[in-house]
């Protein structure tokens, strides 16, 4: 695909280098467990994994401010945590990496979420959970909403990332929506469809295929390789541009890459360039993270989606929640 020339992707990376976005969401401490499998538990059918080492990443919304960062994004988080040694961990993290978190809060009433992946021979054996879904009341959401209008002076984009844990209600998408409509900013938002919210007007909305047909209230039943001729596919994607009204929409697709849609224009189906996948944890973080900072940088939304793509394509050959860096994005444009 000859759109974005290697030339151009540089060109867009040295204007990121000068952007500031502002991540708010559901912030999470990603535990990773490392070890190896040699024999099965003589107590269940299942492996035993001798451990080895143990890491930890920051995810969710975090997540997203991590790529944005690796991407020499200046960037700042919002987010809500518990007052708790899991909050302090990834505070820790996240300053360490150079993400500014002054507006990573703690609630009470809330426990920090964490996700502990086991992972054997870079293969993810089982994922534990560790989360609850605590809403703000009136009074602390004036004030998280405060921290984040006090930083929107100069912000280039804003990425809203709801995983369904609390922080994104939708008193909070409302007055977001608001405050960067009267400044001229950019919001990207990443939909969790089983938190029912009213989305319209934002920017840019990220479902995958399955996020998709939920918030279109369509079953998905059946599907081509081609995208272009997935009926279902196409039917959904009107339907969400009808009603939703985004500026634009990308729908990711897994190894079918991903759909760009805008209103009154016919779909743009970019092929996946991942050459191998060995992990999707934190793809879709990648993406949004990629083609906001693309859009902001100046790029036509093909450009921004073909760059997201090739972004997306990098962090599935490696293993974990992982990053893009300048320098890896490049090498994808051979």
Known sequence: MKILSKARVRKLLAATAKSRVLVVGDVMLDQFLWGRVSRISPEAPVPVVDFERESFMPGGAANVARNLVDLKVTT????????????????????????????????????????????????????????????????????????????????????????????????????????????????????????????????LITPNRKEAFELAGLPDTTRSDDPMKDANLQAVAGKLLSELQPALLLITLGDNGMLLCERNKKPFHIPTVAQEVYDVSGAGDTVIASFTIAIAAGALPIEAAIFSNHAAGVVVGKVGTATVTPEELLASFR
């Open 76 to 203: 700042e988080l919002f987010g809500i945590v518990g007052k708790d040694d899991a909050a302090k961990k990834l505070k820790t993290i996240l300053t360490e990496q150079r993400i500014a978190c002054d507006g990573v809060v703690p609630a009470n009433g809330c426990i920090t979420s964490v996700k502990t992946r086991i992972v054997a021979h870079q293969q993810q054996v089982v994922r534990v959970d560790r989360e609850t879904r605590c809403a703000l009341d009136e009074k602390s959401t004036r004030r998280f909403l405060d921290k984040i209008e006090t930083r929107l002076s100069g912000a280039d984009a804003v990425i809203i990332g709801d995983y369904g844990k609390g922080v994104i209600t939708q008193d909070l998408l409302d007055e977001v929506k608001a405050l960067c409509r009267r400044r001229g900013i950019w919001v990207s938002f990443d939909p969790k469809p089983t938190h029912q919210l009213n989305l319209t007007g934002l920017s």
